[in-house]
């Protein structure tokens, strides 16, 4: 079941976000910038069954890139999501970070609405950076070995809504 969970783990929210980007009609295609941020992102990635041949210069258009697969083998979640202004959803869930933390940065995606990080074998404390999501409507850290500290800022998540 996990590695269903892996065959869509990012490449097919970035479908999403990436070919409909807001306030622009019907355009299609990458962004060049988010296009490069994306390649960065699958340098940081364990590709053992080849998943990602069409991440690369013969296909321009990330749009058209199959599906992200990461084994469970060490990786990074890599800053070079930062490039990515127009993510709203980013799931990681079901990966093995291998105890790593939870990077900071990922407070810096100012429109993301919706995190998973469940089930990704995270550990240490929590960044406080996660309450700067002003839009966030879910977040799933569940089934990881984090601490959570102070959780003071969890009430900066003014979008965040409890069932």
Known sequence: MAGRSFQHLLSFLMLLLLCAKPGMGNVTGCIERERQALLHFKHG????FGLLFSW??????????????????????????????HLTHLDLSCNDFEGRHIPPFLGSLSRMQYLNLSQANLAQTVPTQLGNHSNLLSLDLS?????????????????????
Not at 45 to 48: E, K, P, S, T, Y
Request: hydrophobic share 25%; glycine share 8%; aromatic share 10%.
């Open 45 to 48: 990635l364990v590709d053992d």
């Open 56 to 85: 690369g210069d013969d296909n321009r258009d990330c749009c058209q890139w199959r599906g992200v697969q990461r084994s469970n083998q060490s990786g990074d979640i890599s800053p070079s999501l930062l490039e990515l202004e």
């Open 143 to 163: 089934d990881n070995y984090l601490n959570f500290g102070n959780l003071e800022w969890l009430s900066r998540l003014s979008s965040f809504k409890t069932p």
